[in-house]
């Protein structure tokens, strides 16, 4: 269906693609993921035609019709109705003309033949059928379009994306502001696409979804491409297997290196020999000549050496240092961080949490999950003391060193650069600086103002500085939000390696499974265990729930098999 080939995208001088091929078949679902800034939108919008490449083509098969789904929130005035129907402009023009005509029998009579002949109601039954595989009812297409949440959105206008009688769909972070209920229909909505022959390429940094739908990955950084059969998982394995034999083969090279070294020092150094004896020869003529041309044997060979180590090092591969991490220098014994009982809270007439009660202390790691608008950010609000609860009591211990972080992590930062946050917690410059190059923040990243850091380094200087600070326990509120790929791998180093506890909020499965030793979940304003609890609606989370509970029950009998529990 479509035919990438030897793209490269450059602005201002500066690469963003090199030479990308990418082939896409029928039915075929292509994921592509990397580091912000790697070109992945640059890409789509070439394929979409909205950006010209600097060089290469792309070719698309005769018939097929491209849909571009972009990352941008999805604004629109009017209903829900109007808005599908706008996958065919013109039906929806002849619509709204015949709404406007009701009170005019005759004109209305005519518009509603023209709607006819356009196989306007055959469309509108074409609409009513997708939208409840969607996940919506037939009595939404008279609602206003701004009555729905942002997830919602998205996936409305994936669904009128696939009205536009699209064959190829490009989707960028279609998981954005997706809970997991919603994230997990969406799987089902692009399997049944792909078993139905579009062709679909997904830029995505959410890891499980890269392994549920993706029958190829495509990872992008520094412009270049690397793709495997299979999802995210199969991706990192072929990822660490290139760095362990980039690894192998600089490593080879530098000893290659050192023993050419070792020679020209050998050489110089029996030159030098040659070059002495001749002072305490009885024939100096004679052996001055011959220390002469040995000299001038070993100067050569020293260049030619010198000449096979500059070419030995333009071979040497780059190895990106992985990063790595020193043990936290304090610890955190276990006692009582927090506690609530009964604790409900409401905006006005609206309740929002009826019943919630747990105990935390200091070494738990807690997840809570829920529907998007269900009370979570609300909860830890109440918890932390920034709301006060309509009923119900909460107890935190201030005598515990606790740090929040909320999802608008910019707020979590004082200072107007990063170095002058970070030395506010008594590190000497030259550790702090090792501390940031660990966590991928070096060179310039460093002195920049905290406003001009993208979100994913906002995170790892925010859990970086609760680590410095000897925080023992942290709040987060969604700390995986708009992360990409390589931040969500640091976060995850970094909360394995932080001595304390935490709490956090989080869409994000394999975040969830990783570090959730508890899960609690709010349905309807109560909060409950997400394990024991028999009334959670196992049809909208039955593939999460065995996802989450599966990949937890896994990390349990690591930790257990490591003695970490």
Same mark, same amino acid.
């Given at each position: 269906?479509?035919?990438?080939?030897?793209?490269?995208?450059?602005?201002?001088?500066?690469?963003?693609?090199?030479?990308?091929?990418?082939?896409?078949?029928?039915?075929?679902?292509?994921?592509?993921?990397?580091?912000?800034?790697?070109?992945?939108?640059?890409?789509?919008?070439?394929?979409?035609?909205?950006?010209?490449?600097?060089?290469?083509?792309?070719?698309?098969?005769?018939?097929?019709?491209?849909?571009?789904?972009?990352?941008?929130?999805?604004?629109?005035?009017?209903?829900?109705?109007?808005?599908?129907?706008?996958?065919?402009?013109?039906?929806?023009?002849?619509?709204?003309?015949?709404?406007?005509?009701?009170?005019?029998?005759?004109?209305?009579?005519?518009?509603?033949?023209?709607?006819?002949?356009?196989?306007?109601?055959?469309?509108?039954?074409?609409?009513?059928?997708?939208?409840?595989?969607?996940?919506?009812?037939?009595?939404?297409?008279?609602?206003?379009?701004?009555?729905?949440?942002?997830?919602?959105?998205?996936?409305?206008?994936?669904?009128?994306?696939?009205?536009?009688?699209?064959?190829?769909?490009?989707?960028?972070?279609?998981?954005?502001?997706?809970?997991?209920?919603?994230?997990?229909?969406?799987?089902?909505?692009?399997?049944?696409?792909?078993?139905?022959?579009?062709?679909?390429?997904?830029?995505?940094?959410?890891?499980?979804?890269?392994?549920?739908?993706?029958?190829?990955?495509?990872?992008?950084?520094?412009?270049?491409?690397?793709?495997?059969?299979?999802?995210?998982?199969?991706?990192?394995?072929?990822?660490?297997?290139?760095?362990?034999?980039?690894?192998?083969?600089?490593?080879?090279?530098?000893?290659?290196?050192?023993?050419?070294?070792?020679?020209?020092?050998?050489?110089?150094?029996?030159?030098?020999?040659?070059?002495?004896?001749?002072?305490?020869?009885?024939?100096?003529?004679?052996?001055?000549?011959?220390?002469?041309?040995?000299?001038?044997?070993?100067?050569?060979?020293?260049?030619?050496?010198?000449?096979?180590?500059?070419?030995?090092?333009?071979?040497?591969?780059?190895?990106?240092?992985?990063?790595?991490?020193?043990?936290?220098?304090?610890?955190?014994?276990?006692?009582?961080?927090?506690?609530?009982?009964?604790?409900?809270?409401?905006?006005?007439?609206?309740?929002?949490?009826?019943?919630?009660?747990?105990?935390?202390?200091?070494?738990?790691?807690?997840?809570?999950?829920?529907?998007?608008?269900?009370?979570?950010?609300?909860?830890?609000?109440?918890?932390?003391?920034?709301?006060?609860?309509?009923?119900?009591?909460?107890?935190?211990?201030?005598?515990?060193?606790?740090?929040?972080?909320?999802?608008?992590?910019?707020?979590?930062?004082? #200072?107007?650069? *990063?170095?002058?946050? +970070?030395? $506010?917690?008594?590190?000497? /410059?030259?550790?702090? @600086?090792?501390?940031?190059?660990?966590?991928?923040?070096?060179?310039?990243?460093?002195?920049?103002?905290?406003?001009?850091?993208?979100?994913?380094?906002?995170?790892?200087?925010?859990?970086?500085?609760?680590?410095?600070?000897?925080?023992?326990?942290?709040?987060?509120?969604?700390?995986?939000?708009?992360?990409?790929?390589?931040?969500?791998?640091?976060?995850?180093?970094?909360?394995?390696?932080?001595?304390?506890?935490?709490?956090?909020?989080?869409?994000?499965?394999?975040?969830?499974?990783?570090?959730?030793?508890?899960?609690?979940?709010?349905?309807?304003?109560?909060?409950?265990?997400?394990?024991?609890?028999?009334?959670?609606?196992?049809?909208?989370? #039955?593939?999460? *729930?065995?996802?989450? +509970?599966? $990949?937890?029950?896994?990390? /349990?009998?690591?930790? @257990?098999?490591?003695?970490?529990?």
């Amino acid at each position: 269906m479509l035919h990438i080939k030897n793209i490269s995208v450059s602005f201002d001088g500066l690469d963003v693609l090199k030479s990308i091929d990418l082939d896409l078949s029928s039915g075929e679902i292509v994921a592509l993921t990397g580091p912000n800034g790697s070109g992945k939108t640059t890409l789509l919008k070439v394929i979409f035609g909205e950006l010209l490449p600097s060089s290469g083509s792309v070719q698309v098969e005769r018939g097929v019709r491209i849909a571009y789904v972009n990352q941008e929130p999805v604004d629109y005035r009017g209903t829900v109705e109007d808005y599908l129907l706008g996958a065919r402009p013109a039906l929806l023009n002849l619509h709204r003309k015949m709404e406007s005509l009701r009170d005019y029998p005759i004109r209305y009579a005519e518009y509603i033949n023209d709607y006819h002949t356009a196989m306007g109601f055959e469309f509108e039954e074409v609409i009513n059928r997708k939208l409840s595989t969607f996940g919506f009812q037939s009595t939404d297409l008279k609602r206003d379009f701004g009555e729905f949440s942002q997830g919602q959105r998205r996936i409305l206008s994936i669904l009128k994306a696939l009205l536009s009688e699209t064959t190829i769909l490009l989707l960028d972070e279609p998981t954005n502001h997706l809970d997991i209920a919603m994230t997990v229909k969406l799987e089902g909505i692009l399997l049944s696409q792909r078993r139905d022959g579009i062709g679909i390429i997904v830029v995505s940094h959410d890891r499980t979804f890269i392994d549920r739908v993706a029958d190829r990955t495509v990872y992008l950084k520094n412009g270049e491409s690397v793709a495997v059969n299979g999802g995210y998982t199969m991706m990192l394995e072929h990822l660490d297997s290139v760095y362990s034999a980039k690894q192998k083969q600089a490593m080879e090279i530098d000893r290659k290196i050192r023993q050419l070294e070792a020679e020209i020092v050998r050489r110089k150094n029996w030159s030098a020999s040659k070059e002495a004896s001749k002072r305490y020869a009885a024939d100096k003529g004679y052996v001055g000549h011959m220390a002469a041309k040995q000299a001038k044997r070993a100067l050569a060979v020293q260049k030619r050496t010198e000449k096979l180590i500059g070419e030995l090092r333009e071979t040497k591969p780059f190895v990106e240092k992985p990063v790595s991490f020193s043990k936290s220098d304090y610890s955190v014994p276990k006692r009582k961080m927090l506690g609530a009982e009964g604790v409900a809270f409401s905006y006005g007439d609206e309740r929002v949490l009826l019943e919630a009660t747990l105990d935390i202390d200091t070494t738990d790691r807690i997840g809570i999950i829920g529907a998007n608008g269900s009370g979570k950010t609300t909860l830890m609000k109440c918890l932390i003391g920034l709301l006060e609860p309509f009923s119900g009591e909460v107890y935190r211990n201030e005598n515990v060193n606790w740090k929040y972080i909320p999802q608008n992590v910019i707020s979590f930062f004082e #200072r107007e650069t *990063l170095l002058d946050e +970070l030395f $506010s917690t008594g590190i000497e /410059e030259v550790k702090l @600086r090792s501390h940031l190059a660990n966590v991928r923040l070096r060179g310039e990243r460093i002195l920049s103002r905290v406003s001009d850091l993208s979100y994913g380094e906002l995170m790892r200087a925010a859990i970086l500085k609760a680590t410095l600070s000897k925080a023992e326990f942290i709040f987060m509120d969604e700390p995986t939000n708009h992360l990409d790929i390589e931040s969500l791998e640091v976060l995850d180093d970094l909360l394995d390696d932080f001595p304390g506890g935490f709490l956090f909020i989080s869409h994000d499965r394999q975040f969830i499974a990783r570090h959730g030793y508890r899960l609690l979940i709010i349905e309807n304003g109560i909060l409950r265990s997400f394990e024991t609890s028999s009334e959670i609606d196992l049809e909208s989370f #039955r593939k999460s *729930l065995d996802n989450v +509970l599966d $990949s937890a029950r896994d990390a /349990e009998i690591r930790r @257990r098999d490591a003695g970490t529990i």
